[in-house]
């Protein structure tokens, strides 16, 4: 981790969180770490992607019982 790399730029320190205060996390020291800007983001976007398919998950299940319960 290159601490005088610009912000922005792959090998830039940030700090990750590792449980997300929007996602019911406290904000404190103990949940935060330093990773490299590039792996910050491709964990973040792997969580995201997750939730955006859990959520798909959700709503076909909530169709497919909606579909029944109206027969």
């Known amino acids: ?3 005088d790399e ?3 730029r792959p090998e830039s320190a940030t700090i990750e969180h590792l449980i997300d205060s929007t ?3 406290v ?3 103990k949940h935060r770490r330093l990773a490299h800007a590039a792996c910050n983001h491709a964990r973040n976007e792997f ?3 997750a939730e955006r398919q859990f959520q798909r998950w ?3 299940r909530q ?3 909606k579909t ?3 027969k």
């Open 47 to 49: 969580r995201m992607q």
């Open 58 to 60: 959700i709503a076909e």
């Open 68 to 70: 029944l319960t109206d």
């Open 6 to 8: 610009p912000h922005g």
């Open 63 to 65: 169709v497919s019982e």
């Open 23 to 25: 996602l019911g996390g």
């Open 27 to 29: 904000r404190s020291q």
């Open 1 to 3: 981790m290159d601490f």
